[in-house]
């Protein structure tokens, strides 16, 4: 049986395993196929392209973009989109400033809250190059005794309803969408059932909007879907002539409870219950 875990994080974004680790922690866990698909970056695909290489993983450069605006928030990913693509850099370097700005008002709303923390401090927790985001604050304020936990830190300071959230400056919807197709690639939601919807908003509308706007395809496996969940995201895209994806949203030791390749409860997912067209994107 081939499988396939579509989405996971490296120490490029918020992750702890550095791209060669990942591909590595892929080929000890069966997968032929991966995909590296960092916050807002592809800086880590270029070396886990190299690392694939050498493990016999089919690998599919990728890269998950958090747009805003309408028909509202949501996680983009890019599957299969070109690593030197330069509008594509061009984007995730000013996203890159636009996360830098927002740290800064993260930190300086934090210390209005009584909590002595430094840009520099947080920055010093990631790997060189990183993007610094809210994972390595809630890390520091857990080394530093502030929170008991990740979960913890976000739920008190850092998630949208925290003490210390911060808007930022991203690209909307309709442009990631526009964007990843230009660089290439094709353009899926991202664990659609964690999607914040307004008030009387079903998935499926959101859904149709973004297929309206472009958008190619859907998650419908993730690591914490229902089976009920599941099935209903399999026959959402069956109406909307979606593809369909599958990825664990692997992080490291920074999401402890999620494994890189335990994409559909707790199982291991069939390489053959993705569309073929994302896995024709793959390098080896």
């Not at 964007?179 to 899926?188: D, N």
């Not at 190619?216 to 009920?228: F, K, L, M, P, Q």
Request: aromatic content about 6%; proline content about 5%; hydrophobic content about 40%.
């Amino acid at each position: 049986m081939i499988y396939a875990d579509l989405h996971a994080h490296t120490t490029a974004s918020d992750g702890t395993s550095t791209p060669t680790e990942l591909v590595e922690e892929a080929k000890r866990a069966g997968l032929t196929y991966l995909a590296v698909t960092d916050h807002d970056t592809m800086a880590g695909v270029p070396e886990a392209l190299e690392a694939a290489k050498q493990a016999g993983i089919f690998l599919i450069p990728g890269v998950e973009l958090s747009a805003e605006g309408p028909p509202g928030k949501a996680h983009l990913l890019g599957l299969g989109v070109d690593p030197l693509f330069e509008p594509m850099n061009e984007t995730l370097a000013q996203i890159s400033e636009f996360r830098r700005q927002r740290n800064e008002k993260i930190a300086a709303r934090l210390r209005e809250l009584g909590i002595p923390i430094t840009l520099e401090a947080v920055t010093a927790l990631a790997p060189v190059g990183a993007n610094v985001g809210r994972p390595h604050f809630a890390q520091w304020l857990v080394e530093q005794g502030h929170v008991s936990s990740i979960q913890d830190a976000f739920n008190r300071y850092l998630a949208d309803d925290g003490k210390a959230y911060i808007e930022r400056e991203t690209v909307t919807p309709e442009a990631s969408i526009r964007l990843i197709h230009e660089a290439g690639g094709v353009c899926l939601l991202a664990h659609p059932v964690l999607v914040r919807l307004s008030q009387q908003e079903k998935i499926e509308q959101r859904i149709a909007a973004l297929k309206e706007m472009g958008m190619d395809g859907i998650e419908a496996y993730y690591h914490s879907h229902t089976v009920a969940e599941t099935e209903r995201l399999l026959r959402l895209a069956q109406k909307y002539d979606l593809l369909v994806s599958g990825g664990s949203d692997f992080h490291g030791t920074n999401k402890k409870d999620v494994f890189l390749g335990l994409v559909n409860q707790g199982q291991r997912l069939p390489a053959d219950r993705i569309s073929s067209r994302i896995l024709e994107t793959a390098r080896k």
